[in-house]
């Protein structure tokens, strides 16, 4: 690949993904007639997206449920081999050498874990040590780095079946970056995790991000972890990519978005999107508990969901 | 190959083994059962042939052999089809792939483990029960070296076989029935359930020389100093098959496995 300065540590030109899935029909007939069916549909999960992550940065990668952010994911760790385009990770084509591209990156897939199951965590780690080939100094230095980071000796004895998941996905992360890889790829590490939980990794995120210069990609459908993690996000929407830009430029938009949700006198809710800049939320409630009583109400940041709508209708570009 | 991660994998493999201590208890507790069964039924058969001697082996042998058959089955048992095929299902086939390890050889040496506990645990105690039992039947000398060195090798095909069946439930979504007929075919025709001696001759010359005797029946044989295995000419001839359908079962199912991951990688599983 030409153009290159370098930097990088992710670069993805044109590249595109189709899936071939059996068409299926409805029924009982339906059933029998598919065992024999060649009849097959492509959906194209990735199309034609081109982006470039430099080397110690943290990107969000967003987009709704099956927008095609998990494919382009495993594309990247070279789990999936894309239909035409180009990718580099480390300046590697992963699929090409999968076993090899293994020992530059890290991978946290926030709903399975890598760890053995019914070992405490310590052995885990040696056992990734020994795997990983990760010299005893830089393995005991590591581990150091994540005592100072977080507090992990709660965890480190207890077998990982027996953890909580918030434990577990603490656990899964130092795991994925025991090996000092140049890359770490996190699919949804803070999904269902409390706040407390979430803020903890977070920190450790940023922490060994800035420690050891770690390219850190991450997918999420929290805003607040990309407030709290990334300068730069992608967004991704029915495999397309619509928005590549800083955080602060998409915040300019929609830092002072909120939702607005009120539970009626009938109990069903209402929910209001409102720009704080031009809106008092405070007037807005008011203004509507003089139509109705108001049971319950709820403020809530500006989900990613919303923030592509926006886009969408031309906001931000 | 760095021998480090090899043992490593053991290593993780036999603490894990041993955390499910009660299964190794139960298993031994089955064989148990399974072998009061096995005793009756020859019983019966001998008692019906009228003579003591059938097919060359006397009703001691007879049960010796199936004996160490069934723990030889217990620690050679793999789950290489129920696990791949569960790991499909949930997608922890991604995470398995992502291994600095290349996929045959990191799901190989993650049995080991369970292999050595259940080597000492159930074919370890099982021997030493049939030695007292028959009061020193079995030969102690340079056998069970041959018994341990094709033990080995059976270990090898027989994972081989398994990772031949295993990719198939890529394509079929389910593995239930495909693991039924793998296992019935490998007993059977392994000698693990009815000594290769008692089949029928014809069947027996094409059994002689498919895979699955390499796993359980030349090993015992080597033990109890049968088949030949007592001369060098029958050693050799027997270490020879388990090389040949070694290495013709590594490459088929390397073929095989290459072409199956490409679905996985392809089309997403």
């Known amino acids: 690949m030409d153009g290159l300065t370098g930097n990088e540590a992710v670069v993805m030109r044109n590249v595109c993904k189709d899936f071939k899935v059996l068409n299926r029909h409805e029924g009982l007939k339906g059933s029998i007639k598919d065992l024999f069916s060649r009849d097959y549909k492509t959906v194209s999960a990735v199309k034609d997206v081109t982006m470039t992550v430099n080397k110690g940065e943290i990107i969000g990668y967003l987009g709704p449920n099956g927008a095609g952010k998990s494919t382009t994911i495993k594309m990247m760790t070279g789990v999936l081999e894309p239909t035409s385009g180009e990718i580099l990770v480390n300046g590697k084509v992963p699929y090409k050498n999968r076993t090899e591209n293994c020992e530059n990156i890290g991978v946290v897939f926030g709903q399975r874990s890598q760890l053995w199951w019914s070992l405490p965590l310590i052995e885990s780690f040696k056992l990734l040590r020994d795997l990983y080939m990760v010299p005893q100094k830089d393995y005991e230095e590591m581990i150091d780095l994540y005592r100072s980071l977080v507090d992990i000796e709660p965890v480190l004895h207890k077998p990982v079946r027996q953890m909580s998941l918030g434990q577990r996905t603490l656990s899964d992360i130092l795991a994925a970056f025991l090996h000092n890889p140049p890359v770490v790829f996190l699919d949804e590490p803070t999904i269902g995790l409390d706040v407390s939980m979430k803020s903890k990794i977070r920190e450790l995120i940023l922490g060994l991000n800035k420690e050891k210069n770690t390219t850190v990609i991450l997918t999420t459908h929290d805003m607040g972890d990309v407030d709290a993690l990334c300068r730069r996000i992608v967004i991704i929407d029915k495999g397309m990519k619509i928005y590549d830009n800083d955080i602060d430029h998409l915040k300019n938009y929609f830092g002072s978005y909120r939702t607005l949700k009120l539970k009626l006198a009938d109990d069903t809710w209402e929910e209001m999107l409102i720009d704080e800049k031009t809106t008092d939320v405070m007037d807005v409630i008011m203004a509507k508990q003089k139509e109705s009583k108001i049971k319950d109400v709820k403020i809530l940041e500006i989900s990613t969901e919303e923030v592509i709508k926006k886009i969408y209708e031309g906001s931000a570009k | ?269």
């Open chain 2, 1 to 269: 190959m760095n021998p480090k991660r090899l043992l490593a994998l053991t290593r993780a493999g036999i603490m894990e083994a041993l955390q499910f201590r009660l299964g190794i208890f139960v298993t031994l507790f089955a064989n148990l059962i399974y072998l009061v069964l096995v005793y009756y039924l020859w019983k019966a058969i001998y008692a019906s042939s009228g003579t003591d001697v059938v097919n060359g082996m006397t009703f001691t042998d007879t049960m010796i052999y199936l004996i160490l058959a069934t723990a030889l089955f217990n620690f050679l048992e793999m789950f290489v089809v129920w696990d791949m095929s569960r790991s499909i299902q949930s997608g922890k086939i991604a995470l398995d792939l992502l291994k600095p390890m290349r996929f045959r050889k990191y799901t190989f040496w993650s049995y080991t483990g369970n292999h050595v506990v259940q080597f000492v645990l159930t074919f370890i105690p099982t021997f030493i029960v049939v030695m007292i039992v028959t009061k020193g039947a079995i030969n102690m000398g340079i056998n069970l070296l041959w018994f341990i060195i094709a033990t080995v090798l059976a270990l090898v095909i027989n994972y081989n076989i398994e990772m031949l069946v295993a990719p198939i439930c890529l394509f079929t979504e389910s593995t239930w029935g495909i693991n039924i007929v793998k296992e019935t075919i490998v007993l059977l025709l392994s000698g693990a359930s009815i000594p290769l001696a008692f089949f029928p001759e014809k069947a027996r010359m094409i059994v002689q020389y498919l895979p699955f005797r390499a796993v359980y029946d030349i090993p015992l044989s080597m033990l109890l100093g049968k088949s030949g295995s007592d001369t060098w000419q029958g050693l050799v001839s027997l270490f020879g098959l388990q090389l040949i359908w070694l290495v013709v079962l590594t490459v088929a199912g390397n073929l095989f496995w290459n072409c199956a991951v490409k679905k996985v990688t392809v089309n997403g599983g």
